[in-house]
């Protein structure tokens, strides 16, 4: 086993998540993001979230693309309005 790289700690990563979400959403200034993929070359864990979040957001965003059709759209507006007129009787 090589020891010319070290793992980065916990703790290290802990301070990377919170970036890797900036970094997906565009969010670093350009330093910041040379920084945190430097990190996911040298960090399996945190490049698997990064995997995952960027999959989420991608299914997040695709979904939230379509929209309902017109017949559940009515019901679910009905049941508000039902929701509603309860709440403002109680």
Known sequence: MSTDSTE???AECVDYLERIVALID??????DCA???EHLDSCSP????YDIQVTV????????SEVAPGELRSK???????????ISDS
Request: hydrophobic share 40%; net charge positive; with cysteine.
């Open 46 to 49: 945190c490049l698997a979230s």
């Open 76 to 86: 679910v507006m009905l049941k508000l309005q039902e929701m509603r007129v309860q």
């Open 35 to 37: 920084a945190v993929r």
């Open 26 to 31: 565009n969010e670093l200034p350009g330093g």
């Open 57 to 64: 957001k991608r299914v997040v965003a695709r979904s939230c």
């Open 8 to 10: 980065p700690t916990p």
